[in-house]
T-cell receptor, first 115, second 111 residues
């Protein structure tokens, strides 16, 4: 199974809501990533988990809270978001934690709209 | 920043023609990768080329890397309508745990 799954596919939330994005992979990959992508822009790294531990936080606002409950799952908890947080949120995984040396497998993304 | 610059930003060609897109970066790298993204969907890995490699092939794809010029190119031969997508190069700072993506080239193949 070489697939990364993400749920939900679409999410609309108000600025006072709390919601979570979920990502799952069963490839035994030890590194997992969250990216944010705005329209016609490249993906921007948000967080990296290596061996279930947070290894990189790209100065992401605290209204985004990542969680890695186990080696297959990655969550992104959302709270008090702003309209400018509307974007495509992509999850990815790779076999190794030296990012450049391994291909990353991406999920299809969650399209988030904040009203 | 390490972020790559891609050229052209957009490219439109006829089916069957070859498409070439270029990526330039600023600092030394260990590896460079190319990804494809169909509209609004996840990225798909195409090729990884290491800093000690000059050229790599995969099917209709050919990637070159010139570390002296800090640049790479992706050539797609005999293009098909299904190749319509955005193409991104991604580089790593030596030893960095992250990839940094270039701005991307939007490729349109006209039937």
């Amino acid at each position: 199974d070489t697939e990364v799954t993400q749920t939900p596919k679409h999410l609309v939330m108000g600025m006072t809501n709390k919601k979570s994005l979920k990502c799952e992979q069963h490839m035994g990959h030890r590194a997992m990533y969250w990216y944010k992508q705005k329209a016609k822009k490249p993906p921007e790294l948000m967080f990296v988990y290596s061996y279930e531990k947070l290894s990189i936080n790209e100065s992401v606002p605290s209204r985004f809270s990542p969680e890695c409950p186990n080696s297959s799952l990655l969550n992104l908890h959302l709270h008090a978001l702003q309209p400018e947080d509307s974007a495509l949120y992509l999850c990815a995984s790779s076999q190794g934690w030296i990012a450049g040396g391994y291909e990353q497998f991406f999920g299809p993304g969650t399209r988030l709209t904040v009203l | 920043s390490q972020q790559g610059e891609e050229d052209p930003q957009a490219l439109s060609i006829q089916e069957g023609e070859n498409a070439t897109m270029n990526c330039s970066y600023k600092t030394s790298i260990n590896n460079l990768q190319w990804y494809r993204q169909n509209s609004g969907r996840g990225l798909v890995h195409l090729i990884l080329i290491r800093s000690n490699e000059r050229e790599k092939h995969s099917g209709r794809l050919r990637v070159t890397l010139d570390t002296s010029k800090k640049s790479s190119s992706l050539l797609i031969t005999a293009s098909r309508a299904a190749d319509t997508a955005s193409y991104f190069c991604a580089t790593d700072d030596q030893g960095a745990q992250k990839l940094v993506f270039g701005q991307g080239t939007r490729l349109t193949i006209n039937p």
